[in-house]
């Protein structure tokens, strides 16, 4: 069983920063990839950062330059630190994680977070 907690979603006004993580725990064999996805109203689920094991990094176009995923030393929580906020990033904000049981695995989705940025 995976449990997963996400926090740190809010209003901002634009420009603003705001600071998500996302905790995993359970009966988990090993952690792997990390991501953060969105989803604004009538608008498709899309990538917004991704990180591996290995620490390798990448973004959506969009918020490159301005947000940062990371993880921390266990490996077991994921931050996306969002800067220079746009109203454009107004959206749901959801933790994905791929994790190995001792056997199997699968991807996990968080509960999401909402962001709302003002002008």
């Known amino acids: 069983q995976v449990h997963m907690v996400e926090s740190g979603g809010g209003l901002v006004q634009a420009g603003g920063s705001l600071r998500l993580s996302c905790t995993v725990s359970?009966?988990?064999?090993?952690?792997?990839?990390m991501g953060w996805y969105r989803q604004a109203p009538g608008k498709r689920r899309e990538l917004v950062a991704h990180?591996?094991?290995?620490?390798?990094?990448n973004y959506a176009d969009s918020v490159k330059g301005r947000f940062t995923i990371s993880r921390d030393n266990t490996g077991n929580t994921a931050y996306l630190q969002m800067n220079s906020l746009k109203p454009e990033d107004t959206a749901v904000y959801y933790c994905?994680?791929?994790?190995?049981?001792?056997?199997?695995?699968?991807?996990?989705w968080g509960q999401g977070t909402q962001v709302t940025v003002s002008s």
């Open positions: 359970g009966s988990i064999f090993s952690i792997n990839e």
């Open positions: 994905n994680v791929s994790v190995h049981f001792s056997i199997g695995g699968g991807d996990f």
């Open positions: 990180i591996t094991t290995g620490g390798t990094t």
